[in-house]
């Protein structure tokens, strides 16, 4: 039989395998944020991965439109299904939900709390941290009508949770609104229609630096000294309560006050859930360029690995499903893009993805199985019905590969039974990483392995 | 803006929605096989959910050949990937497994025991109980040259494991082997190439009953009174020790009596791995027709609900990989249909979906949140620090609509500060179910909230 070219047995590019060390890091990341999800109130739902491209059309702008994958049968069978060149690969979890609200909205209990954790597909070159199928952890909270700014606090409170429980170093949320920016915006004279586009360049100031950004506001119309004082509102440093007095100071106009309420109000609730100062900043900023937020934004980042850039943004929009439904829905949502950060934090050495056994304890089979099973074969499900993960070795080869196939998966202890072993009633548990050892009578093979693993 | 068709807003076919209630028994069915799995060390790789068209055409056959979606780009990008037209949506979890092992046998440790969770796709027609995306649960372990056949007697005692912690009512493994009936067929002169006919026909006696499997298999050529006498050998009611005496009792050739030892060891490794007698037998009749499966074949199902047909199935082959390596890489598998299984015991009434919270708990904000935020706020915090699952409802209603929420949603617990509570440094907490409540001294918060979950 002629064999496959080697290189197609590699995974596509931007579809990542993750083998057994990842898969686990990747396990341990997802539980920590499900739990802090769950915590919070947030109930699941799951849509499907594949949409109608009529829903995802009817929702999605710009850039991200162009990278929808469409499905098609390879070889249409005599009853084809019709509907599937009208099928796609969801590219986010805000549209799957705004369809499932749209669609299910009676029978949903509003405000309406969910997770949403899965993959996502995008049609884009792949690049270094760019990928074309990826992990995505949503939350959002949908109000039915309005939905009050302590939401927007809560997010923040949620977050710090998560990256607490991560243990990846130092992490702060800044937290901007686009009402204060697009008042300041609208108080220097810039036209409506350029608006997304002074938004988008003032995202990239962290990027590309304060006088690019001043250089690009000119270009699409922006006044030279406007430029600056925008520029340095945003950027100088400050802390909270000094850029919620400057804020304060200053009323521009209507859009500009409104939003200044709003981001006090979101800090004073931060605080009221007792995120610690050192986890969240204001930071004027933060502007979400192409995204559809229209309050509140926010992104996370690693104090220590700036470099890493935002690991969790999200932000306040207006009304999520306005072409699939007449019922204002207003929101707040934040999301975690996992993939990206779990191999960044591998990569930077901040995740370990070197183990590649969940199980702690292996069970060998020292005197063989043809005669000895069952003594084996008794020890590992007495350790797994005391709630002890035990893998069992079961092919028939010596003592000494079983062991260099516990190091190389790198199990914590051992249990050996040798035949001297089997005559006294006793059994040896060692450890692998240390290499002291226990003999003990066999019915102590739980309370011990248990004490051993402590 | 024109709305979008309603009829639109629905799953397409085949493509389920799970709201918060199917969602959150998902998932309590994916931690018990998760936990189950990796309790007997199997750990979890995640290859992307597309693959190579290359790939699944050199391991698919027949039918599911026909049932691949392929991606397209909606709309190309002027620098669109020229790779999409040779991707695909995996329809399984053991062709990915069968490249990754093929791509990365240098760095594995076999065996190799994996479990992979999660989505596959079939290009079929949905009707009641088949899906075109559905979530398959699976464990392979795979060897390197050869596998011992007490691996697949630990798939019996993972599989037992699993669906005692479900709680779904008794349930029994059915163990067959492909040798014993290809033996068979061999000694009633059936011709090579229509084995796999002929198996086929007999995996279908339970649906189509005796009389006709007989007629089918005269009619490709089985002597009238062979095929009868092999209807009554698969299936006449008998335990597992008489179908095991009856089979040593009739040595027809080398490979049934190599099927029947097979067989042997295997029962015999269930045993000693605790498996219970009313939790397996031997039933000869399970083929698994169109499958690869060389040696033991398995199948589950519910005593008291036979007409969910068969609820996890799986069986031992001989090579993964043939087409990908020229390594012998034999194994053994089960697999567990998630999203039929939940789907049907939800219908049956066997498993409650009607839960639409996971927390049990809701902090109610009866004096409003303009004044007094952060008392309801820190009381959230403080369960959540605790250990206990909390919401917060941070709408200003009036606390009738608050209990409404707190109904419709199905919390088990309300804490309620009203002014007087404030006033006496008090909290109510009360059990939704029983109407029961405590009034206790706000510090005693979590203790009353703990103890009346109980």
Aim: hydrophobic share 40%; charged share 25%; proline share 4%.
């Amino acid at each position: 039989m002629t064999l496959l070219p080697k290189q197609l047995l590699q995974n596509a590019s931007g579809f990542p395998d993750f083998g057994p060390g990842e898969a686990i890091a990747l396990r341990r990341m997802l539980d920590i944020i499900r739990t802090q999800y769950e915590y919070a109130g947030f109930v699941p739902i799951d849509t499907a991965l594949v949409e109608r491209v009529q829903v995802l059309a009817a929702k999605s702008e710009g850039e991200i439109g162009n990278q929808i994958y469409g499905l098609r049968l390879l070889s249409p069978a005599p009853d084809a299904l019709t509907d599937v060149k009208d099928l796609a690969l969801r590219f986010d979890h805000t549209i799957p939900l705004a369809r499932f609200i749209a669609a299910n909205q009676n029978a949903l209990t509003f405000p309406f709390r969910r997770y949403a954790i899965g993959p996502v597909f995008r049609g884009e070159k792949p690049k270094d941290g760019r990928y074309r199928q990826f992990i995505q952890a949503d939350i959002d909270v949908v109000g039915d009508g309005s939905l009050d700014l302590l939401y927007d606090a809560e997010m923040v409170a949620v977050i710090a949770g998560i990256f607490t429980e991560l243990a990846i170093g130092p992490f702060t949320t800044r937290i901007g609104n686009r009402k204060v920016l697009q008042g300041f915006l609208l108080s220097v004279n810039i036209p409506e229609d350029k608006m997304t586009s002074a938004l988008g360049i003032i995202d990239k100031v962290e990027k590309i630096g304060k006088e690019k950004v001043v250089k690009m506001l000119v270009e699409i119309g922006v006044d030279e000294s406007a430029g600056r004082s925008l520029i340095t509102l945003l950027t100088d440093a400050r802390n909270t309560d000094e850029t919620m007095a400057l804020l304060k100071m200053n009323s521009l106009n209507s859009l500009f006050a409104e939003g200044v309420q709003e981001l006090e109000s979101v800090v004073k609730g931060i605080r009221q859930f007792g995120v610690k100062e050192s986890n969240f900043c204001v930071d004027l900023s933060i502007a979400r360029g192409l995204d559809y937020y229209t309050g509140t934004v926010y992104e996370t980042r690693l104090d220590t690995y700036p470099e890493l850039g935002s690991i969790a943004s999200g932000g306040r929009y207006e009304d999520l499903a306005s072409s699939l439904t007449n019922r204002k829905l207003p929101g707040v949502g934040i999301s975690i893009g996992v993939t990206r950060l779990l191999l960044r934090l591998i990569k930077a050495g901040l995740m370990d993805a070197s183990v590649t056994t969940i199980t702690p304890v292996i069970v060998t089979t020292a005197t063989g199985l043809e005669k000895n099973a069952s003594i084996y074969l008794e020890q590992v499900m007495r350790l797994r019905n005391d709630g002890i993960p035990a893998e069992v070795y079961l092919m028939a080869r010596p003592l000494g590969k079983q062991m260099q196939f516990a190091d190389r998966k790198g199990f914590t202890l051992a249990v050996i039974t040798q035949e001297e072993n089997i005559a006294d009633g006793t059994v040896v548990i060692r450890n692998l990483k240390t290499g002291i050892q226990q003999e003990v009578l066999s019915e102590r093979l739980e309370s011990t392995v248990r004490e051993m693993l402590l």
